[in-house]
């Protein structure tokens, strides 16, 4: 029968922290006789050795060559992250300094404001860093403006009141005149602004399954653009920072690093991720197999979803090696989605007030 950590006496347990903390600094099996030269247990080289081995045997640790000393298994990284996770959670001063000053250009635009985070999160960690933006259910429509383009094209701009923009081009089929468009947007924006986008969808169905003959030709055609415009709108995902974690002995694999590329690029492998994350609460660290995607299996994900009103807004986090610094990384995110939550809760007076 499988022990659980629990079931680990207290000389196991520093036995295992010591060997994950030496290969997370030195990718490197790691040894008996280490072990006993680095940590002043007090116990012999035998005596951690058997340890060890009583460790491989519960899947703590694994040795990957016979000869060769103990590297840690998902297992054993649970272990430890939920060691790290017990504790009180470190706020991350020099990132919260570091993303606030890049902040004060660019407070009206969430969506810069999550660009400069995970290039922060990714330069302070050396791993890649992730957000996704806040997704189109809980987003308050604040206008929306509908705008004449070449000949048959509608420019589509919907803000939101979390400072998001997003613009796309439609069709103009119904031929519709600068005038029209402009009291078709005064019309929309009269029924809408300051409901949710979810709120506009089921409003809009509501709407359009009703007999025509109650409208006019105007309203049917202001309803259906709205729908079509609507329709476009989703959160967007934002990953920086390949080559930072290029320069680890895990990725001098060039065909590792393409297949990575790869899985990071297709954005539907992250909304799968994200869909595990999304509505947890705090910290989840995410290690190995734990992933549902098979091509991050060697790697590790830290994430934390931010608010707006109690409500999960989006996701930001970091993506490194399983052998990654989890309490540094963990701080790092951490710190993230609070300064995050922040800025949606207080329209940015927060971080202003701290200047």
């Not at 003959?213 to 049917?220: A, G, H, I, M, R």
């Amino acid at each position: 029968m499988e022990r659980s950590a629990n079931a680990l006496d207290e000389r196991s347990k520093r036995v295992l922290w010591a060997v994950i903390e030496s290969y997370i600094n030195n990718p490197g099996p790691v040894g008996s006789r280490y072990v006993t030269k680095k940590y002043a247990f007090g116990y012999s080289p035998a005596t951690i050795r058997n340890i060890m081995a009583d460790l491989e045997e519960m899947g703590y640790l694994r040795q990957p060559h016979t000869s060769a000393g103990r590297v840690p298994t998902d297992k054993g990284y649970r272990f430890y992250v939920e060691h790290i996770l017990e504790e009180e959670i470190g706020y991350h001063s020099d990132f919260a300094k570091t993303i606030l000053r890049r902040f004060k250009s660019i407070m009206q635009d969430m969506e810069s404001i999550l660009s400069e985070t995970t290039k922060t999160l990714s330069a302070l960690s050396h791993y890649m860093a992730m957000a996704v933006s806040p997704g189109p259910e809980g987003v308050t429509l604040r206008r929306i403006e509908l705008l004449p383009y070449k000949e048959d094209r509608i420019a589509v701009l919907i803000l939101t009141d979390e400072g998001i923009i997003r613009h796309h081009i439609i069709k103009n089929e119904f031929r519709l005149s600068a005038s029209d468009l402009s009291r078709i947007t005064n019309f929309l924006n009269r029924e809408f602004a300051g409901y949710t986008i979810k709120d506009i969808k089921e409003e809009l169905i509501n709407e359009m399954i009703k007999d025509k003959e109650e409208f006019d030709t105007l309203v049917d055609r202001a309803l259906r653009l709205c729908t079509e415009a609507i329709e476009t709108y989703g959160a967007n995902i934002f990953i920086t920072g390949l080559t930072e974690i290029l320069d680890f002995p895990e990725f001098a694999d060039i065909e590792r690093i393409k297949e990575l590329y790869r899985t990071i690029e297709d954005k539907h492998n992250i909304i799968k991720l994200i869909d595990k994350i999304a509505h947890s609460e705090g910290v989840q660290v995410i290690i190995g197999t734990e992933n549902p995607i098979k091509e991050l299996h060697t790697m590790s994900v830290i994430a934390s979803t931010y608010k707006d009103k109690d409500r999960p807004a989006g996701v930001v986090g970091i993506i490194g090696p399983k052998r990654m610094n989890y309490i540094s990384a963990i701080s790092l995110v951490d710190t993230a989605a609070r300064i995050l939550t922040k800025i949606l809760e207080e329209g940015g007076e927060g971080w202003k007030r701290r200047k």
